[in-house]
């Protein structure tokens, strides 16, 4: 049975309606679309699928409002799909597993393990915990995303961006996610003694940053 952890403050309370209305659903101030983010499932899809991972298990943590939830179910229709979020409005509305990323616990890992633009959300000490989280939460390949300094600085469009956010630099993660993960680009991350061969060339290594 899925242990479901109640948000531990009320911050979690500035994850309402207005604030999917303004970065996800109006199309004058949001960060992402729908079309977006099923080329993201896509991609995700065919990376497992060229690594032959069988995908019987899905965790999307931070789901927001679904967004991934139908291309992925398209690409693995057999296989049970999990939406976790903090935000009570999303899981009366959309019925998600109410828990935080820090302290979600499953009797049983996943296979694969979805988690995007979730993590600035959190302060260091509860990313640093999420991260080890995501480690025991997956078996097979993780998709990560967060936004960083760099992107920050270099990328994104702070005309839409959320501002009240942690920006941390790309290798604060790179480096909690190598103990447990073979970084195999574009936000795919292997867990470590996963069935999924990578070849010398498909593994990341990045010796500094691009700036």
């Known amino acids: 049975m899925l242990r479901s952890v109640p948000p ?5 309370d500035r994850f309402d309606a207005a604030f999917y ?29 060229h690594g032959e991972l069988l995908v ?17 179910r398209r690409h693995f229709p057999k296989a049970r799909y ?8 999303l899981c009366r509305k959309h019925g998600w597993v109410e828990a935080s990323a820090a302290d979600f616990t499953s009797p049983k890992p996943f296979d694969l393990v979805i988690c995007y633009d ?4 959190l302060d260091a000490r509860a990313a ?22 760099e992107d920050w600085d270099l990328y994104c469009d702070k005309r839409r961006t959320d501002r009240d956010v942690q920006i941390r630099p790309a290798g604060w993660y790179r480096r909690r996610l190598a103990q447990s993960f073979i970084n195999a680009g574009s ?5 470590r003694g996963a069935p999924v061969h990578l070849w010398e060339l498909d593994q990341v290594e990045v010796l500094r940053s691009r700036r």
């Open 8 to 12: 531990r403050d009320s911050s979690h």
């Open 21 to 49: 209305r303004r970065f996800y659903e109006d199309p004058g101030t949001r960060v992402v679309t729908r079309a977006e983010m099923a080329r993201r499932a896509d991609l995700v899809a065919a990376f497992v699928r």
């Open 56 to 72: 019987a298990s899905i965790l999307d943590v931070g789901c927001g409002l679904g967004l991934m939830r139908a291309q992925l």
């Open 82 to 89: 999990t939406g976790l979020e903090v935000s009570p409005f």
């Open 118 to 121: 979730v993590m600035q959300y």
């Open 128 to 149: 640093a915990a999420a991260l080890r989280n995501l480690a025991r939460l997956c078996a097979g390949v993780l998709h990560f995303g967060a936004l960083t300094r």
């Open 187 to 191: 936000g795919m991350f292997v867990r």
